[in-house]
């Protein structure tokens, strides 16, 4: 029950939302590809090493790579197994409402491992810059799960679980990495 009314505002919403939104087709495909945003991940990390030194920087690296492989395991190969929601661009008859900018994939859309991953990695790189660039990690992670529903390969509810998820994964996993870091050079410069 609770599906089928999931269901019935998450295909209102995208409707609606293909109706009403820009043209955003030339910027779409490319705002949404993790390649696309490398610069900002070399800038970003480039920064920290400045600002805080290498071992802030080396620690930040160590940290976003391990929580992004968890979130992005935990969303694409434990929960969406689990859940086995259908992307719109495999639903034949909501075709006809809405743009498919990118290919559609083989696999299922709840939980987004794109929203996920991204907002998991502005919560890490959050703690290491002012709280104005914060501010535009969130938003930088938002406009990425934006970009999923708008060239049809998610639905709403998948974007919106997915920034829960990665705030959660990151919140966790955040604490335990830096943890494990800081215990283990304790040991090392201990000895």
Not at 28 to 38: E, N, T
Not at 146 to 164: A, C, L, P, T, W
Request: charge should be positive.
């Amino acid at each position: 029950m609770i599906y089928n009314y999931i269901d019935f505002w998450d295909i209102k919403a995208i409707m609606f939302f293909h109706k009403v939104m820009p043209d955003l087709s030339a910027i779409a495909p490319f705002w949404r590809h993790k390649l696309f945003w490398i610069p900002l991940y070399v800038f970003l990390f480039a920064w920290i090493y400045r600002r805080h030194g290498l071992g802030t920087a080396l620690q930040t690296l160590i940290i976003s790579l391990a929580v992004v492989g968890i979130s992005d395991f935990v969303s694409a190969q434990v929960l969406k197994p689990v859940f086995q929601r259908l992307r719109p661009c495999h639903v034949d008859w909501l075709l006809q409402h809405i743009h498919v900018l990118v290919p559609c994939g083989a696999g299922y859309s709840f939980p987004s491992a794109h929203a996920t991953n991204h907002m998991a990695l502005a919560y890490v790189l959050s703690h290491y810059v002012p709280r104005w660039a914060s501010f535009l990690l969130y938003l930088w992670a938002i406009s990425i799960g934006i970009m999923q529903v708008y060239v049809g390969v998610h639905f709403f509810s998948d974007i919106i679980v997915g920034f829960i998820l990665g705030l959660l994964i990151a919140f966790v996993m955040f604490r335990i990495v830096r943890y494990l870091i800081n215990l283990y050079l304790n040991i090392h410069y201990e000895h």
